[in-house]
Nanobody
């Protein structure tokens, strides 16, 4: 099983990025998917999640700016990030989870927002 995260980079305050997480080795449509982020010296926090039933939820800090979506045909989950702020700077990780089984994590993609 592999989750390949991509799309990170350096962007200015107010800019946008679109993260992708491509899954292989699992049928991702059966999994709940989520994006987490971890800033230096901080814990890894949940940013957004999307269930296999396409129910989404967001951390308060990103509501109205970030959108999580999935393309089951491509086994991929996306995180569209608009209105980026310096405090969004972190390594972003995707996770696949299914009840009763282990979680799978991607390797992370770094997002840096300059002020």
């Amino acid at each position: 099983v592999q989750l390949q995260a991509s799309g990170g980079g350096l962007v200015q305050d107010g800019g946008s990025l679109r993260l992708s997480c491509a899954a292989s080795g699992i049928i991702s449509r059966l999994y709940d998917m989520a994006w987490y982020r971890q800033a230096p010296g901080q814990e890894r926090d949940l940013v957004a999640s999307i269930t296999k039933s396409i129910i989404t939820s967001y951390a308060d800090s990103v509501k109205g700016r970030f959108t999580i979506s999935r393309d089951n045909a491509k086994n991929t989950v996306f995180l569209q990030m608009n209105g980026l702020k310096p405090e969004d700077t972190a390594v972003y990780y995707c996770k696949a989870s299914i009840l009763g089984m282990k979680d799978y994590w991607g390797q992370g993609t770094e997002v840096t927002v300059s002020s």
